[in-house]
């Protein structure tokens, strides 16, 4: 089966949207100040829906709104006026999960397509039978699936009904993200898009007639993390992911960087593209391999898509792994290949950068010859925002990003 599915990359603002776009995204989805699930984005407020939506349709990408909460009586009075501007400014698809919502977006947006968020946990044909009976255009999938389990809700589904899935990002610990741990312990109602993701806390046991003497559950010398999971990563699966028949490949990541969203997008479109070009003999370009591991992430694992996928999900402490960091944004590109960056980290003369752009594989370079605005080549470029030139033989992209492997501690 050699069919093109949808690449929907995360948009958590207006520069995460450019970038996943310049980077490859056939789709976007975003969210409004109120009711998404991703309280702590930047999201968009109404007149940068507007503009947003209107840079994606230019470009030929498609822009799904989130209005996935699980509201509460209180929530409703603002929700119509909402979905009406939601139509208005062109979106695609709404993303909806409660079936109140669900509802009122029939009758207020009645000209948006729906699609069922994983938050309503579909795990087989007759939970996806039934919205599409209610008229939903697709539903994304649950992610505690298979393979085998999603080839099956395939083949059970009319063909018209659109299947979506996540293949990579952040994973929960909750049964498709439905989860009360937040609100109980802080009061941040993870179900309104605002976790404080208490999975992710080192925990001990206390004893009730021992109160302040705390016990580890020792897993290993860096503490005890019981529900922290593993992130997730497909970039391997390509063609088990197109052979399913799944329609759109999501990536998590609203709240990560435009960085994150450049390199994880441009990754799994170099991949797509190239399995599409040749699916004899594909194999996936070692740089994809390389690029999701230059972002910030946790451990990677395969979800539940492969038989023994619920094991070894945990992950065992808190951190992350950044072995790279972006050290500075174009602000200028000539022709003659003379770019202009602004400063975000700090880079010694001599030392080795990666220049990131779109389609391409990552331009390897010693930095010599770089100055500042007056002429200086400096032996260090350390000052934030600082304007540095640098000489390419060839144009940078617009949306290049100049990166180098994190300095370690002395």
């Not at 947003?52 to 699980?70: D, E, S």
Request: hydrophobic share 40%; aromatic share 10%.
């Amino acid at each position: 089966m050699n069919r093109r599915p949808e690449l929907l990359a995360p948009a958590g603002d207006l520069e995460k949207m450019r970038f996943a776009i310049a980077y490859g995204a056939d789709a976007v989805y975003m969210a409004g100040q109120r009711f998404g699930m991703r309280a702590a984005a930047t999201n968009f407020d109404d007149d940068a829906l507007r503009q947003g939506i209107a840079y994606a349709h230019a470009r030929g990408v498609k822009c799904y709104l989130t209005v996935n909460i699980m509201p509460s009586g209180r929530d409703l009075p603002a929700l119509p006026g909402y979905l009406e501007l939601a139509q208005d400014v062109g979106a695609d698809a709404l993303i909806v999960a409660d079936v109140g919502v669900i509802r009122m977006a029939q009758k207020y947006a009645p000209k948006v397509p729906l699609h069922i968020s994983t938050q309503t946990s579909i795990l087989n044909a007759e939970a996806a039978n039934f919205w599409a009976d209610l008229g939903a255009e697709r539903v994304v999938l649950a992610r505690e699936l298979s393979f085998e389990e999603i080839a099956v809700i395939r083949d059970e589904t009319p063909k018209t009904l659109q299947i979506e899935a996540f293949v990579h990002g952040a994973m929960c610990i909750s049964y498709s993200g439905r989860c009360l741990i937040s609100q109980y312990m802080t009061g941040r109602d993870a179900n309104h898009g605002a976790c404080a993701q208490p999975c992710r806390w080192n925990y001990v046991l206390m004893e009730e007639k021992r109160p302040g003497e705390y016990f580890p559950v020792e897993e290993d010398e860096r503490g005890t993390y019981l529900y922290n999971a593993k992130d997730l990563c497909m970039i391997e699966h390509i063609p088990e992911l197109i052979e399913t028949g799944i329609d759109s490949f999501k990536i998590e990541g609203r709240n990560k960087t435009a960085y994150y969203a450049a390199c994880v997008t441009g990754a799994y479109r170099a991949a797509i593209d190239a399995y599409r070009q040749d699916p004899a003999g594909y194999t996936l370009p070692q740089f994809c391999r390389d690029e999701v591991n230059k972002v910030s992430h946790r451990a990677y694992y395969t979800g539940f898509y492969l038989p023994d996928g619920e094991i070894g999900q945990q992950y065992g402490d808190s951190q992350y792994i950044r072995e790279y960091e972006v050290v500075g944004m174009p602000v200028e590109c000539y022709a003659d290949g003379h770019t202009v960056f602004a400063l975000k980290n700090r880079i010694f003369a001599g030392e080795e950068l990666e220049l990131l752009q779109p389609g391409k594989t990552p331009y390897v370079f010693c930095a010599h010859g770089m100055v500042n605005d007056d002429g200086q080549a400096l032996e260090v470029f350390n000052v934030p925002q600082m304007r540095v030139h640098f000489s390419f033989p060839f144009e940078a992209d617009r949306y290049a990003i100049l990166r180098k492997k994190q300095e370690r501690p002395l």
